[in-house]
């Protein structure tokens, strides 16, 4: 009977968990933060790592900003407002020389992660995916695709987005070739999963200042 | 067991977890500045098996549970210097032994603090440094590694040192043996060592190798103390373990061998995953394992798992698994039916 008694509670518990607030998803952060930050930042010494949340940062009215600046919807599972953002700090003795921050990016085949490198004035110096599943992943891991981002900066990717045509053509990101033969979708994804990033840094981190 | 040993036990555990949770709930007061992410989680667990019919027990190292967990970091002028994680849960297995079906379990207490670029050193509670599950989280999942058969345990009680030699991560620990509960008795400790290629790329593979005496304990809970053996058993084993990124499929790989008590002990585990194509919420896992202990009675037993897993909200996962267990010796087979809703999201 109280064996009984105690599956019941148990299916009660089941039943109504998926009818329970929603709440934030874990975000992206390094598998391994010092050998990363090393080879991103070969100077570097130390790094200090903070957790930011759009929600804490802004709540609905920022989360409208970057969507508007984005050209998309924040996916409502995926890029919730309230997930941890983690932010690398990179120090060389006490003296900020970048950022390394990565997003979670859905993908055609799942989600992708992809982590950049940028130095202090918002350039991206580095950038790689830590997980894509695909069935053409290796060329989107090649550095010779990787590499291409390496240079531009946010502007970059407001001009391509939303620019006139001369804009637009004279981007640099319109100069990225889609590596792949038949995933188109992963390399859109890509560009959106950087812009993303590169918004995200520019809103949760450089705009309030930043870590000095 | 006597009301007085059972007293005894809760003593034994409170002591020593207590006192070390408060020295990781203080750890912010570190100084420098601290940025943390407290997050929550609940697992609610059912299942059914053609042996037993249906049942809330625990099963894969889940049950039905309440839980949190708080991480974070400290950092001062020159970067981050400390990071502490302390993962526990109040949990409700009726399988457990002493009819105690509640109960605490500590999964991670730990504190890490950092020596420099690539070195640390941690004490706590903590994964041994062995096999798979040093690289993955099965915290909440229903698939797990081959630690409990090789180790005995998921996590134990210890110090480590991470570093780096060349291209290679490097892992030592030195634990006292117990696993979820703190108990050191007839000379129990567990020894560890990994070393792999830094993970993030498309292939990762390590190596490990472990010597130990570990105690064999009934009830995955830290309070009330777990019923351990009397005595320790010897174990010395070697593991290999790889993950796999394949297209779109995810594979992972562990493996060991080794003697447990004098006696041959071999296995091997292969997950394959894979996402279903335009939606992340939606991915089924398959996973085939054996493990052979030659002073069980030459027992081999066998197991297949294919697990589907949808992501219902940004912290709901629902899963729904089919898990059929062959044994060669005196274990009937068994075929289990497990479906779990399990949350973990950030505290508002």
Known sequence: MRRHAMLLLALACAAVLPVAPARGAVGCTLNDPDRDIQKLFPGATGYRTSFVTIAERGGKDLAARIEKRLGDRLDPVYEALDVPYAYYTVLKGEAVIGYVHGVNQKGKYGGMQMILATNTEGLVTGFYYQKISSPEAARFRDKAFTGQFVGLRLSDFDRFRSGSEEERAASPVARIKDPSTKSAEDFRATLRGVMKNLILLEELLRASGGQK | MTGEAERGRGRTASRWVLPFILILAAA?????????????????????????????????????????????????????????????????????????????????????????????????????????????????????????????????????????????????????????????????????????????????????????????????????????????????????????????????????????????????????????????????????????????????????????????????????????????????????????????????
């Open chain 2, 28 to 348: 912010p007061a570190a100084g420098g500045e601290v940025s943390t992410v407290l997050s929550l989680e609940a697992g609610g667990l059912v299942s059914y098996s053609d042996l037993d019919g249906w049942s809330a027990d625990g099963v894969f190292s889940q049950t039905n549970e309440l839980g949190f967990e708080y991480f974070g970091k400290a950092s001062g002028e020159r970067g981050d210097f400390l990071t502490f994680d302390l993962q526990t849960r109040l949990s409700y297995d009726p399988a457990r032994p002493d009819d105690e079906p509640w109960a605490i379990e500590v999964h991670n207490a730990w504190l890490e603090y950092k020596l420099g670029l690539g070195q640390q050193v941690r004490a706590g509670h903590f994964e041994p440094a062995f096999g798979l599950e040093r690289a993955v989280d099965t915290h909440g999942t229903l698939l797990q590694t081959l630690a409990m058969d090789a180790v005995g345990a998921k996590h134990d009680w210890g110090v480590a040192y991470r570093g780096q030699l060349g291209g290679a991560d490097l892992e030592v620990a030195a634990q006292i043996g117990s696993g979820m509960g703190i108990e050191r008795k007839d000379g129990s400790f567990l020894a560890t060592a990994r070393a792999s290629t830094p993970p993030g790329g498309a292939f990762r593979i390590g190596g490990s190798l472990l010597h130990g005496r570990t105690l064999d304990s009934m009830g995955m809970r830290t309070i009330p103390q777990p019923l351990y053996s009397e005595t320790a058993t010897e174990r010395t084993m070697a593991g290999a373990d790889a993950e796999w990124s394949a297209g779109a499929l995810d594979l992972s790989l562990d493996a060991a061998a080794g003697w447990i008590e004098d006696q041959g002990a071999v296995g091997g585990l292969l997950q394959v995953g894979a996402p279903f194509p335009r939606t992340d919420a939606l991915r089924v896992e398959a996973q085939f394992s054996a493990w052979w202990e030659e002073h069980v009675d030459e027992e081999a037993a066998l197991s297949a798992v294919v697990c589907a897993s949808y992501r219902l909200t940004p912290g709901w996962t629902l899963r729904a698994a089919i898990a059929s267990d062959r044994s060669y010796g005196n274990i009937p087979d068994e075929t289990r039916l497990v479906f779990q809703a399990y949350y973990y999201g950030v505290a508002p």
